[in-house]
């Protein structure tokens, strides 16, 4: 099927309501293997989306789940709210992934945000990174403007 990036629109309405505290909350990223059989976009609620597709990545380096993000810097860029975190890293992996989802595992496994690679990105025997564009107003990870 497909991965699109994209913000979950449940996400927004519970960012509203109180449900995520992004700098203080457990928040993880998951990797999606490559061509995943479900689709992952704005409509992707929760990480059991991706488990209940059989959709989560697999190999050695890598632990169903994923990896909790650290360093969450909230900020402001002009009128732009803006989340960044640490470059991730899989470390001594060989796994194959088209795209991630990262969801708050402190509120019942929610999902914030899916990313599609643009095709699958693999490492073998070596570090699998995900890195964060820059904390900015048109490029960081997480915004509202």
Known sequence: MAITTAMCTSFKSELLG???DLDTHTIKLALIKAS????????????????????EATG??????????????????GTTAIVDFTDEVFSSSTISADGCIIYNS?????AICVIDFGGT????SGDFTIQFPAAGASTAIIRIA
């Open 60 to 77: 050695s380096g890598y632990s169903a789940g994923g990896q909790n993000l650290d360093g969450a810097t909230i900020s402001v860029d």
């Open 121 to 124: 990105k693999t490492s073998t």
């Open 18 to 20: 109180g449900t995520h």
């Open 106 to 110: 402190s509120a019942s496994n929610k």
């Open 36 to 55: 995943p059989s479900g689709t992952y976009n704005a409509a992707t609620t929760n990480y059991s989306d991706v488990t209940g597709n059989s959709d």
